[in-house]
């Protein structure tokens, strides 16, 4: 990978230091409203209040309308002088209104990465603001806004709250690991199971289905509560929401495509999930889904593959767990960032964690779920088989644990609170 | 402080929402205001002789009528930046031959309402100072919403319309619609240009009477000051009323309008 000279933000502020000097401009013979205002309303916007215009022109018309034009828009009419030549040249000194906020991003060159523009270079060179106010509304970031706009209904308004640093690198994967649900599957190498097999595989991708929906409707809860600032967020937000897309379409398919068709959705993943749903703290949320939930996830497809009857299943299921991947590891940024930035947090989320284990009572893994698997991990229903597929279930549980325990520490939990979290959460495993 | 009750005319729907936002700035900034809305400047400046109204929103008009009846003792209480050194544009049609003032000898030239301070009554007093003959010109009137004084804008988007499809030579607007037209790429620059530029007048103005109390006159303008471009809760109000900030009022812009209204037998 060539590596570029970060873009240039030496050159910025060029415009804006023109302020304490003068600029010209010559508008030739066009009339006020047929193409001067074009050439000097953006000269005008160069420069800081009270700054000095020059405007040459050898229309009449012109030089009769631009004093109104100046008295309409506020600026200061300085006079005019004609010259030896019959040209006009007026002076006017930018006035005070509507003048837009923050420097002009004069200069600025992204770098090229073997020919790519990164979105992680553009967060670079124009980092995520600290606050961000909601009167700038949907402005771009870097661009200058006039001030007076109205307040927009966006909440999330602290970078330490919602964005994390990794949101642009992260976005940049994602971007480039998008596949088709409909043609990157070899579908046509759908296993002839036997008919416990294959019913055990519509049921365990009824689970996975169910949890994907809710990992498109949790996420897009907090989509439009992101401040534009940190439009790398809602980006990314908004990918991730086409893997969850993905996900289920490709979960659903694949109940659909041997014959077993769907199963049973429990009351114990509805609970769950409605609790999810009903977050309304943006880094609880993510904590909850993202860390725990496709956390815990990650190491059930892992599951599911290893055991896949056909290759379509293992497939499939290996390109859902490479998203989730990143899903887990933005929630892991966000939440390592939050903990890093507010010292309540972790009082926060143990308490979010308990108030869900309390809705949840004394639930198990659904049944159903935990039968399919079973059986998924046997191959089938010959006893013996059956026997190891029960072993297989019981170490996924362990494994689950344990690697929650890992995340959990890695996210910048204590050894003992990543404990009690893990303890805690749901038995639906999302 | 008891609430002061102003008067306005209802010339646009918008100024409704105008003045129930003002309204409610003036309360939030301790300055108790009402509003009753006037379907013309007669009935309101009657209103305020009368004392039903504290205060009136005047035109120019208005104004210099309620300085003639309370013999010049009125209080003026602010007007918009915008209403000092207003101007009237003459406008000709390119293809029309007209080169000066002289050339409107003959020529048809459109105006607007007879009320109306900048299509009409000043630009023909500055262009009769100037030198013009208006018995030589064959005036097009454009007697569009009579009593509100021009407000509406109208009769000088009829004079613009006359121009463009040549039912008159020459035309007089106000600088400002005119250049707003131009800026919104509404006047053919190939087909119309300003021939003349009258002398600076000045536009609306708050009236009192002169028994209006001075401390309620000091809130009044002290609410008024207080609205600020910049801060989106008055940013729409100050756009929608057509201005950037208040200011004080001043009465020698008014000078001209007095004259042309002797002159003309307007009053
Ligand atoms: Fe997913
Ligand atoms: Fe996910």
Not at chain 1, 31 to 60: E, F
Not at chain 1, 175 to 195: M, T
Not at chain 1, 349 to 365: F, K, P, Q, Y
Request: glycine fraction near 10%; charge should be negative.
């Amino acid at each position: 990978m060539s590596e570029a000279p970060a873009s240039g933000r030496g050159a910025r502020g060029a415009a804006g230091s023109a302020s304490a000097g003068a600029v010209a401009v010559d508008v030739g013979d066009l009339p006020l409203g047929g193409g001067a205002l074009a050439v000097l309303r953006p000269a005008l916007a160069l420069l800081a209040p009270g700054g000095v215009l020059s405007v040459r022109s050898t229309s009449s018309g012109f030089s009769e309308d631009f004093a109104s034009w100046c008295r309409a828009e506020r600026h200061d009419d300085l006079g005019a002088e004609t010259g030896p030549d019959g040209a006009t040249t007026h002076r006017v000194a930018r006035g005070a209104d509507g003048v837009a906020r923050g420097p002009r991003e004069d200069g600025m060159r992204l770098p090229r990465r073997d020919g790519a523009l990164l979105a992680a270079d553009v967060l670079a060179a124009v980092p995520f603001p600290a606050r961000a106010d909601p009167g700038s509304g949907f402005a771009p970031r870097g661009a200058q806004v006039e001030p007076g706009g109205p307040a927009y209904p966006v909440d999330l308004v602290e970078r330490d709250r919602v964005a994390p640093p990794e949101t642009a690198r992260l976005y940049d994967q994602a971007v480039a690991a998008q596949w088709d649900a409909a043609r990157d599957v070899p579908w046509d190498r759908v296993g002839a199971l036997p008919p416990a097999l294959e019913r055990a595989v519509g049921q365990t991708m009824t689970f996975l289905a169910e949890n994907e929906l809710s990992a498109l409707w949790v996420p897009a809860k907090f989509l439009p509560r992101v401040h534009p600032a940190y439009a790398e967020v809602a980006m990314l937000l908004g990918i991730t929401l086409a893997d969850e897309a993905r996900h289920i379409d490709v979960f659903l398919k694949r109940a659909r495509a041997g014959g077993g068709g769907l199963g049973v959705s429990h009351v114990t993943t509805s609970r769950s999930l409605l609790s999810l749903l009903e977050q309304e703290d943006f880094t609880e949320a993510m904590f909850l889904l993202s860390v725990l939930g496709e956390g815990t996830f990650l190491d059930l497809l892992r599951y599911v593959e290893t055991h896949a009857p056909d290759e379509a299943t293992a497939v499939l299921v290996a390109r859902a767990r490479a998203d989730e991947t990143r899903h887990v590891h933005f929630g892991l940024a966000h939440v390592r960032h939050a903990l890093a930035h507010d010292s309540t947090l972790y009082g926060r989320l143990e308490a979010a964690v308990r108030r869900r284990a309390a809705t949840m009572g004394d639930a198990g893994v659904p049944p159903a779920v935990q039968d399919a698997l079973t059986v998924l991990a046997a191959r089938g229903t010959e006893p013996r088989a059956v026997a190891r597929g029960h072993e297989a279930f019981r170490a996924l549980l362990h494994e689950m644990h344990e690697n929650r325990m890992k995340r959990l520490v890695h996210a910048g939990f204590t050894p003992e609170q990543a404990q009690t979290l893990s303890d805690l959460h749901t038995p639906n495993f999302m | 402080m008891s609430t002061i009750v102003l008067g306005a005319v209802a010339y646009d729907a918008k100024v409704v929402p105008i003045w129930e936002g003002i309204r409610a700035h003036f309360r939030e900034v301790g300055v108790p205001m009402d509003f009753c809305l006037f379907s013309n400047y007669e009935r309101q400046v009657e209103a305020l002789l009368a004392g039903h109204v504290d205060v009136a929103w005047d035109t120019p008009l208005a104004h210099v009528r309620v300085r003639r009846r309370t013999g010049g003792a009125s209080q003026s209480l602010g007007m918009r930046d915008t209403d000092r050194d207003f101007r009237a544009k003459v406008v000709v049609r390119k293809d029309a031959g007209v080169r000066t003032l002289a050339d409107l000898h003959g020529r048809t030239l459109a105006v607007g309402s007879r009320d109306s301070t900048q299509a009409r009554i000043l630009p023909l007093h500055f262009l009769a100072q100037a030198g013009v003959d208006l018995a030589r010109v064959r005036v097009l009137p454009f007697d569009t919403d009579l009593g509100k004084h021009g407000d509406t804008g109208t009769s000088e988007l009829d004079v613009l319309a006359a121009l463009r499809d040549g039912r008159a030579q020459a035309g007089a607007v106000g600088d400002l619609v005119w250049v707003t037209e131009q800026a919104a790429g509404r006047v053919d620059p190939a087909r119309l240009e300003v021939l003349w530029t009258t002398p600076a007048f000045d536009h609306c103005m708050f009236d009192a009477l002169p028994s209006f109390p001075q401390d309620r006159a000091r809130a009044f303008w002290g609410a008024l000051d207080a609205m600020k471009w910049d801060d989106p809760r008055h940013r729409r109000l100050l756009e929608l009323e057509g201005l950037r900030r208040w200011v004080a009022p001043r009465e020698e812009g008014y000078a001209s309008l007095v004259a042309a209204l002797d002159a003309q037998g307007g009053w």
